[in-house]
């Protein structure tokens, strides 16, 4: 099979708005140079778009118009090396993905253990800012909901009732596993993320033993949300108010 085959029919099984390098189609570096022209060709039949240098998609039709990647997408080259997850969006582009503010920000955080990650794509910028924990694709989405915890008091539009819901719900959803590991995760937090956090799995119920983030709070402290007890009737118990 020619290389322009071999590269078509691998296209027509990515589903669109997904974002693909040369790695993803399955060929050899001695294949790149008819690789670079087949593209190019399916470049300018719009079957696909350059999002950068070597970084593609399929794009998305709908009877508004095209459908851009989202921006996790965009960024995927920059939040994986070597095909593993080493960061994840956070900040206020998080914030709003998951319905808590409808403001967008103008440069997208990205959090990193280890490596300072800046992106550039388009219209789009990232600045690095560093995770508390070493980030996987099996906890990134655990370490999103205590950024929300630890940044609840500065999200912009937010309506803290409907906020306090929407993490209620998602925790709901969580298995019993997950929930240790957010707790396990939330000691490496600021004190008001380990009491916010412990406060809605009380709620909650799950069932799970929370003396370790009580005891890893100072008793005389108290963690200013705004919070009113009609929205969170057990912030007393954590201090917060």
Do not use: H
């Amino acid at each position: 099979m020619k290389v322009s085959q071999k590269i078509e029919k691998k296209i027509k099984g990515i589903q669109a708005g997904i974002t693909f390098c040369y790695q993803d189609l399955s060929i050899q570096p001695v294949e790149y140079n008819a690789a670079a022209k087949t593209l190019e060709r399916l470049i300018k039949k719009g079957i696909i778009k350059r999002i950068s240098t070597g970084v593609f998609y399929v794009p998305k039709q709908t009877m508004f118009g095209e459908i851009k990647p989202q921006e996790e997408e965009l960024l995927k080259s920059y939040l994986f090396d070597n095909g593993k997850r080493i960061a994840y969006i956070t900040g206020l582009s998080l914030y709003n993905r998951l319905g808590f503010t409808t403001q967008i920000p103008k440069t997208i955080k990205i959090a990193s253990r280890d490596k300072r990650i800046y992106a550039a794509i388009g219209n789009i910028k990232g600045k690095p800012i560093k995770s508390y924990i070493d980030v996987t694709e099996n906890n990134y989405y655990l370490l999103e909901i205590l950024d929300v915890l630890k940044d609840f008091k500065q999200i912009p539009d937010l309506d803290k009732k409907s906020g306090i819901k929407l993490l209620t719900e998602r925790m709901k959803k969580f298995e019993d596993n997950e929930i240790s590991l957010l707790i396990k995760y939330a000691l490496k937090y600021p004190p008001r993320t380990r009491a916010f956090l412990g406060s809605i799995l009380e709620r909650i119920g799950t069932g799970i033993d929370l003396k370790v983030l009580k005891k890893s709070l100072n008793p005389f402290t108290q963690y200013e949300f705004n919070i009113s007890e009609d929205i969170l009737p057990n912030s007393i118990n954590w201090n917060i108010k």
